[in-house]
């Protein structure tokens, strides 16, 4: 079993930057294909950004790639996502979890065992 606590959520700008972190404690988040979701008010949680846990190969949301960017630090048990060049519409809760280390598209929430309690994240224009 594994516990995540996100962090590093706030109020930007539009074209501003933001780093979320996800703290794992538990297991090492290596063990764990792990991956960042969103909810904005109203709508269905959303697939951003997921990395493997064996290879660390990384999958982005057409919506936020070349602006987002997921990393681990195996060290620190956590997991990162860098968001650049932020827009109105990234306003959202962000929620990580915790899933299978092989196998599986890691984009569909329902793959994932363990999640986080989420950050909020505003962006103003």
């Known amino acids: 079993q594994v516990q995540l606590v996100e962090s590093g959520g706030g109020l930007v700008q539009a074209g501003g930057s933001l780093r979320l972190s996800c703290a794992a404690s538990g297991r090492t988040v290596s063990t764990y294909g792990m991956g960042w979701f969103r909810q904005a008010p109203g709508k269905e949680r959303e697939f951003v950004a997921a990395?493997?846990?064996?290879?660390?190969?990384?999958y982005y949301a057409d919506s936020v790639k070349g602006r987002f960017t997921i990393s681990r630090d195996n060290a620190m048990n956590t997991v990162y996502l860098q968001m650049n060049s932020l827009k109105p519409e990234d306003t959202a809760v962000y929620s990580c979890?915790?899933?299978?280390?092989?196998?599986?598209?890691?984009?569909?929430?329902?793959?994932?065992?363990?999640w986080g309690q989420g950050t909020q994240v505003t962006v103003s224009s």
């Open positions: 990395m493997s846990g064996s290879a660390g190969s990384t």
């Open positions: 979890a915790a899933g299978p280390r092989y196998g599986g598209t890691l984009r569909r929430d329902y793959e994932y065992y363990y």
